[in-house]
């Protein structure tokens, strides 16, 4: 049990370095979208991108 503690941490070490703050949802290949779904920062990160980029409200969902 005290080896989860590692995976965890890996795990959020990839999902941050998957956020797209330097390129756009739309950049990503449909197989892959999934990923993007399951992770909450990059929602936030994409809803941000939204407002102060493209000067709309955010999508309810990270679809995009």
Known sequence: MRDISYVVDSINLVMIYLVPVFYSFAD?????????????????????????????????????
Do not use: T
């Open 28 to 64: 990503i290949p449909a197989k892959y979208h999934w990923a993007y779904h399951y992770n909450p920062i990059a929602a936030v990160v994409m809803a941000l991108r939204n407002i102060l980029l493209e000067g709309k409200a955010p999508a309810p969902h990270p679809s995009g």
